[in-house]
């Protein structure tokens, strides 16, 4: 039944369907991705705003943003390479945003990858009651990440927000709805270069979307800005440092 009735929303909604857009200086993504603007349910984040990176299954790629327990479709975006030091603190925004509901458990995350290998910093999924982070069935909170607010129930009913393409206004049975915007921190107990990724995926089926929001990405209120220099940016600036070497012999 739930393919029917989504097979039916996507064809009346095409043309919404979420695509890959911009995203900040530095990021990357895969899937469906993009920046906006308050619409619908997501309105400006609490810090950082208006507007917000996002990603959505809508336009999802098979296979991409999956976690251990699977999943189908999905997408990530992961920010440039930055550096903290142990005792600092990294802060954002999100807000999980799904058109699915019971039974059909699609799920977001955020994780801190470094030389270390990869933290899952919390996960978000579809549930009709209780909390949707940290998401039944998958990686509890880390230690060292707080939530404003600690309590996450699901703003229940149809979401209207644009990136959920054909979904968007659709809901599929108790649990679709949105978070709204919640605070996440985390305290860094290794100095080293990181980055933050995050990703959502469908689960089970490809129908009745879900997305999520992202705002701010700070160290210590300072806004994450790469401040490691890649190899082809190392490579040019050592051959800027060597002309301007040769520039100074031929000019004594």
């Given at each position: 039944?739930?393919?029917?009735?989504?097979?039916?929303?996507?064809?009346?909604?095409?043309?919404?369907?979420?695509?890959?857009?911009?995203?900040?200086?530095?990021w990357v993504g895969t899937g469906g991705y993009g920046t906006s603007g308050p619409d619908g349910v997501v309105t400006a984040p609490l810090a950082y705003g208006p507007d917000y990176?996002?990603?959505?299954?809508?336009?999802?790629?098979?296979?991409?943003?999956?976690?251990?327990?699977?999943?189908?479709?999905?997408?990530?975006?992961?920010?440039?390479?930055?550096?903290?030091?142990?005792?600092?603190?990294?802060?954002?925004?999100?807000?999980?945003?799904?058109?699915?509901?019971?039974?059909?458990?699609?799920?977001?995350?955020?994780?801190?990858?470094?030389?270390?290998?990869?933290?899952?910093?919390?996960?978000?999924?579809?549930?009709?009651?209780?909390?949707?982070?940290?998401?039944?069935?998958?990686?509890?909170?880390?230690?060292?990440?707080?939530?404003?607010?600690?309590?996450?129930?699901?703003?229940?009913?149809?979401?209207?927000?644009?990136?959920?393409?054909?979904?968007?206004?659709?809901?599929?049975?108790?649990?679709?709805?949105?978070?709204?915007?919640?605070?996440?921190?985390?305290?860094?107990?290794?100095?080293?270069?990181?980055?933050?990724?995050?990703?959502?995926?469908?689960?089970?089926?490809?129908?009745?979307d879900s997305g999520m929001a992202i705002a701010g990405a700070t160290i210590d209120n300072v806004v994450i800005v790469s401040d490691v220099p890649e190899p082809a940016t190392l490579?040019?600036?050592?051959?800027?440092?060597?002309?301007?070497?040769?520039?100074?012999?031929?000019?004594?």
């Amino acid at each position: 039944m739930k393919k029917t009735l989504l097979a039916s929303a996507a064809l009346i909604s095409m043309a919404g369907m979420a695509n890959a857009g911009t995203l900040p200086a530095g990021w990357v993504g895969t899937g469906g991705y993009g920046t906006s603007g308050p619409d619908g349910v997501v309105t400006a984040p609490l810090a950082y705003g208006p507007d917000y990176t996002y990603i959505t299954t809508s336009g999802g790629i098979g296979g991409v943003g999956q976690l251990s327990v699977g999943g189908t479709n999905g997408s990530t975006v992961t920010t440039n390479t930055f550096s903290a030091s142990a005792g600092e603190t990294l802060s954002f925004y999100f807000n999980y945003v799904t058109s699915d509901g019971a039974g059909f458990s699609d799920y977001g995350w955020a994780q801190l990858l470094g030389n270390a290998g990869s933290l899952t910093l919390f996960t978000a999924r579809t549930t009709s009651s209780g909390n949707t982070v940290p998401g039944f069935g998958l990686d509890p909170l880390a230690t060292g990440v707080t939530l404003v607010p600690v309590s996450t129930p699901i703003i229940g009913g149809a979401p209207a927000w644009m990136p959920l393409g054909g979904s968007s206004g659709a809901c599929f049975a108790a649990g679709c709805g949105y978070t709204g915007w919640i605070e996440a921190d985390y305290t860094f107990t290794v100095a080293g270069n990181y980055q933050l990724a995050f990703g959502v995926t469908n689960w089970t089926d490809t129908l009745y979307d879900s997305g999520m929001a992202i705002a701010g990405a700070t160290i210590d209120n300072v806004v994450i800005v790469s401040d490691v220099p890649e190899p082809a940016t190392l490579a040019l600036l050592g051959s800027g440092l060597l002309g301007f070497g040769l520039i100074r012999r031929r000019g004594a």
